[in-house]
């Protein structure tokens, strides 16, 4: 059945406005709140075109300025994390969550309160609050419907079929903009060279993540929680030519994958109008067109982010928090030049070596170790900057 409420949490950034594109070319769907950070001229466009009954922007000043924008619509306007909360907790069919970073896991948890199916473009729900995250959905009975494309691909590869089949999920990687590099090339890479991501149209740090693998790595986490799989039935191949989003391979050796372009509409429409499938958006594969699919393992000795990631699932509890906030922090600094981007890894496992997991039993915790984590890593880079 089709939603017909839907909510946008980050509504301006990449992932936002492609659901909004989505939504407004489908029949029949309100959008009933939209949030955003700062881009006030975007989302007063949104509101214009969507009428939601609210609307969120961080800063109170600028809401203010807002409000008087669109004086002349219904639609309510509130600001900061009150704000966004509200916006998860108003009553949606559905939450599209794509706020990006450790900010996405509150409004995640507010959205399954309220009884609503959260599709969720926001790793860090899952990487730093999945302990929180799944069990919550269980008892609300809500679905937490994934949008990522490589965890979209598993979740359509399933359809039909039963978890106790599977052998192993197979995540698809495009090796980022480095792939084949050696570790002298590496050296001095920039930003700049770092942002040329080979296949997809993302935000900064996500695109940084993928270079280094993180966001593989998260995947990884992602993918165990959404999935109730354990580390070692997840593998990940470099797949360059990004046309297989990922597989899943069954008991009986048969292999399942889902393919498209690299165009992340596709993922976003499903997700709101699971199991039924609507005529989408973007291009279609010309198979006549594709003279090769090559696969390859990851370079986890260049890339040891991916490792990473795993080892701090495995240690459980706010690991995954310190893991993240870290990546965070030193994705930022090698942006602003700061750091060069083989000392990404190198802060990462430092903080993760410098902090004492802790269990998680509730939200605050998570935030306190994000918060230790975050001001570790300022300490941390400006003695080596003395």
Request: with cysteine; charged share 20%.
């Amino acid at each position: 059945m089709m939603k017909r409420k839907i909510t946008v949490l980050g509504c301006t950034g990449s992932m936002g406005t492609q659901a909004l594109d989505v939504i407004g070319n489908m029949d029949g769907a309100e959008v009933v709140a939209l949030t955003a950070h700062s881009n006030v001229d975007l989302l007063e466009r949104q509101i214009r075109k969507f009428k939601p009954r609210l609307a969120v922007v961080y800063d109170p000043n600028t809401a203010r300025k807002l409000a008087a924008n669109v004086a002349d619509l219904p639609t309510e306007i509130l600001s900061g994390d009150e704000g966004v909360l509200a916006a998860a907790s108003a009553g949606s069919d559905l939450v599209f969550n794509c706020v990006v970073g450790a900010a996405g896991l509150a409004p995640t948890l507010a959205a399954i309160r309220a009884g609503s199916d959260v599709a969720l473009a926001n790793k860090e729900s899952l990487v730093i609050g999945g302990e929180l995250v799944i069990p919550l959905a269980r008892e609300k009975g809500v679905r937490i419907i994934p949008v990522d494309s490589e965890h979209s691909a598993i979740f359509q590869c399933l359809q039909g079929n039963s978890l106790s089949d599977v052998s192993r999920l197979i995540l698809t990687a495009s090796g980022g903009a480095f792939r084949g590099y050696s570790r002298s090339q590496l050296e001095n890479v920039s930003a700049v060279n770092a942002l040329k991501h080979p296949v997809w149209k993302m935000g900064p740090r996500i695109t940084i993540d993928s270079a280094t693998l993180m966001n593989k790595g998260f995947e990884v986490i992602e993918a165990a929680y959404l999935f109730d799989m354990p580390l070692n039935k997840i593998d990940i191949v470099i797949h360059p030519q990004g046309i297989i989003h990922s597989m899943v391979e069954y008991e009986d050796g048969a292999v399942m994958a889902q393919l498209g372009t690299p165009d992340m509409r596709l993922p976003i429409q499903y997700a709101i109008n699971t199991p039924n499938r609507l005529p989408g958006l973007g291009e279609r594969l010309d198979f006549t067109q594709i003279s090769q699919l090559t696969f390859e393992q990851p370079n986890t000795e260049l890339f040891p982010c991916l490792n990473l990631a795993k080892q701090a699932f495995a240690a459980g509890g706010t690991a995954p928090t310190v893991l993240n906030a870290s990546d965070e922090e030193a994705v930022k600094l090698f942006l602003d030049g700061k750091i060069k981007f083989l000392d990404i890894p190198i802060l990462i496992e430092s903080a993760l070596l410098a902090y004492t997991v802790k269990k998680i039993s509730c939200l605050d915790e998570i935030l306190l170790a994000d918060a230790w984590c975050r001001a570790w890593v300022y300490d941390f880079v400006q003695s080596k900057m003395r």
